[in-house]
């Protein structure tokens, strides 16, 4: 393994993206950057068997569009992590912000904390690919927002109530997973509650064991706990605002 260290403190974001670039261009493995606050566009676009590890607070758009490498922040990450990521993973030691995983295609990410506002929006997914969103807190309004498919799973740790308002507003493909209650009242159009399946509780098993992994979490508890399962009401969840169907 080939290991590059670069200390971020003061470096414009422009040029430690092409730092970073400069370093897989001549054979490095894993990246460690030090010192991070809020450089954005980190790892965007790379195509590339490459470890990077983030020691501070990564700024937006970190992991989007990337496709394959593997990123691990020990800090908080500010809006759009993963944005539009086809594959890999993040692994982020803190909160996240805003649209985690926006418009995202593959690939997972897990945040061992908080996410914000519209996390998972417009995710999608093409017949076995598809992307994956874990929170080991709790998230904010407009969860799953317009999602076409992926996994969004709420580990809500803290056992305090869900009150993110609006989850799954316009929702048409994929599933959201939410530990505890999620009252009816706090659904948004297009989204309903179901009972869980079989395949429900292996794939949350198996995800929160990945969580454990990750962050030393047991995941046993969290796993055998209940879980509200949110889904689409159809798959044109605005049809009638545009046609007569």
Do not use: C
């Not at 403190?9 to 894993?30: C, P, Q, R």
């Not at 460690?32 to 607070?57: I, P, S, W, Y």
């Not at 992991?63 to 490498?69: D, E, Q, R, S």
């Not at 992307?131 to 904010?140: D, L, S």
């Amino acid at each position: 393994m080939k290991e590059v260290v670069i200390d971020s403190k003061g470096i414009h974001y422009k040029v430690l993206n092409f730092m970073i670039e400069d370093a897989i261009n001549a054979g490095a493995t894993k990246i460690v950057l030090e010192n991070v606050n809020g450089q954005r566009f980190l790892l965007d676009g790379v195509n590339a068997d490459v470890e990077l590890e983030v020691h501070g607070t990564a700024g937006d758009d970190l992991a989007a569009f990337m496709n394959g490498p593997r990123v691990t922040v020990y800090g908080n990450v500010q809006d759009g992590v993963g944005n539009t990521m086809n594959r890999g993973l993040v692994v982020i030691h803190g909160d996240g912000r805003d649209i985690v995983g926006h418009s995202m295609r593959g690939g997972k990410i897990f945040v061992k904390g908080d996410v914000g506002y519209r996390v998972g929006i417009h995710m999608k997914q093409y017949e076995d690919n598809y992307p994956v969103v874990v929170a080991g807190g709790t998230a904010m309004d407009f969860l799953g927002e317009y999602m076409a498919g992926g996994v969004v799973l709420i580990l809500n740790i803290g056992d305090a109530p869900f009150t993110g308002d609006w989850v799954g507003t316009g929702i048409h493909g994929g599933v959201i997973y939410v530990r505890g209650d999620v009252p009816e009242f706090l659904l948004g159009i297009g989204a309903k509650a179901t009972d869980l399946e079989a395949s429900d509780k292996k794939l949350i098993k198996e995800l929160a064991e990945e969580y454990g992994r990750y962050f030393g979490v047991d995941p046993k508890p969290i796993y055998e706990s209940r879980f509200t399962k949110i889904v689409p009401i159809s798959h044109r969840p605005y049809a009638k605002m545009y046609t007569d169907d």
